[in-house]
């Protein structure tokens, strides 16, 4: 069995399918896997860590569509690589069947099995196979890693409105007036915003 990973196409995106860490198992349960080459990079990964976890990288995207037996992709391929796809190939992505149906049928035709990632149902049993909870957390600790270095330049509080307030930053620190009876919404009054 083949598994391709290709370089995702769609603009500013900077996601691979798989990365080197995660095909450890797939290689040691005898799957061969071929990588385009720079499918990684934008997501961290070189070409020189696939080799070295066991994959092979070849620059031939039209031949790899055409001999991989399972493609795990993030975003839908276009009409062309559903075109040079192999007959009978698994497809694993989002997909986004619901949101454009029309944008599949190139893979339908060859026929391929295509597999919506998004549409799996998100309850506990299928949690380990939940992807749009693994990519939320994947941005949550992206993020949590942005927050964590220190910033290249002093950041200025020009943008904190109680920094810039002719009565200082102890502004919104004031005691909080009872709300009246009867008020059930909004904040109490009086209460910096």
Not at 25 to 53: F, H, K, M, P, R
Not at 92 to 116: C, E, M, V
Not at 127 to 154: E, V, Y
Request: proline fraction near 9%; charge should be positive.
């Amino acid at each position: 069995m083949l598994l391709g990973i290709l370089k995702e196409t769609a603009p500013a995106e900077t996601r691979v399918a798989l990365l080197p860490e995660s095909l450890k198992s797939l290689l040691a349960q005898g799957i061969s896997v071929t990588v385009e080459s720079g499918a990684g990079l934008n997501a961290g990964a070189s070409d020189q860590a696939y080799i070295e976890t066991g994959a092979t990288i070849t620059t031939d995207r039209t031949s790899l569509l055409a001999s991989a037996d399972v493609l795990p992709l993030v975003n839908a391929p276009d009409a062309a690589d559903q075109a040079g796809l192999k007959p009978g190939a698994v497809v694993i992505g989002f997909l986004k069947p619901l949101d454009s149906p029309h944008a599949l049928t190139a893979a339908i035709a060859r026929p391929a099995t295509l597999f919506s990632m998004e549409l799996v149902p998100r309850i506990s049993r299928a949690q380990s196979m939940d992807a749009l909870f693994i990519d939320g957390h994947c941005c949550r600790l992206q993020g949590r890693h942005h927050r964590r270095r220190p910033p290249a330049a002093p950041l200025s509080h020009a943008y904190d409105r109680r920094w810039n307030h002719p009565a200082g930053p102890r502004l919104c620190h004031r005691r909080r007036r009872r709300r009246p009876a009867g008020h059930r919404h909004g904040p109490p009054p009086g209460r910096c915003r």
